[in-house]
Every structure is written in C-alpha cells, then in structure tokens.
C-alpha cells in the first residue's frame, strides 16, 4: 500500500496540528496503522497506532491525552490529532501500515511507509 502524509507545519507551544495519511493501492481495512516520529540524530519513536477495525488504539506516554488517532475507511485516511503541542514534539512524522501480526510499537513490524512530514513547535 502506499502512504502519503500531510497535514505538518510550524506551530507555536499549545496550539494545534492535524497530519493525515492517505492510503492507497491496498484494502485499506486491512492494515492496522500507526504514527511514528523522528527527530534529527534519534531513532525512530512510536507515537500512536490504530487497528484495523479502529476498536484498539495505543498512544506513547508522552502524547497520551494530547494526540488522537483515528481512521475514515470511507476515505482510506488515518488521523493523528496534536493539540496542547510541546517543542518536544517537533520531528518528522511518518506514518505506517502493517498487514500481519500487529505490534504497535514495533517500527520493524510495519510493511510500508509514508515519506513524512514535518511538524515545528516553537516555543
């Protein structure tokens, strides 16, 4: 499947973000799908995923309560909704889809990925 994210930009601490990742080329409901983010000279972090039918969600601690997953298979999009944003959450966001055994925290686990998109939180 192929991916393509959206929705990043410059923002200023507390304010809001919404990125988006459509999907196409495979059965959308299919894939279990996630938001990964990385920072220049860190590794690949996990910040959110959803499953395939939408009723399981997990969010890292350090955004649970400020971002929210979600998915319109009428549109074959995943959301990921930032708010309360910290200059901690500045990175690029990429999203993912697995089709097999869902870890969702795993980035090895995940087939494909999007290209990114950058998110800047200024203080």
């Known amino acids: 499947v192929q991916l393509q994210a959206s929705g990043g930009g410059l923002v200023q601490a507390g304010g809001s973000l919404r990125l988006s990742c459509a999907a196409s080329?495979?059965?959308?409901?299919?894939?279990?799908m996630g938001w990964f983010r990385q920072d220049s000279g860190k590794g690949r972090e996990f910040v959110a995923a959803?499953?395939?039918?939408?009723?399981?969600?997990d969010y890292a601690d350090s955004v649970k309560g400020r971002f929210t997953i979600s998915r319109d298979s009428a549109k074959n999009t995943v959301y990921l909704q930032m708010n309360a944003l910290k200059p901690a959450d500045t990175a690029v966001y990429f999203c993912a889809s697995e089709y097999g055994i869902w870890y969702p925290r795993d980035a090895y686990g995940y087939d494909d990925w999007g290209q990114g998109t950058q998110v800047t939180v200024s203080s």
């Open positions: 959803i499953s395939r039918s939408a009723d399981r969600t």
């Open positions: 080329g495979g059965r959308f409901n299919q894939y279990h």
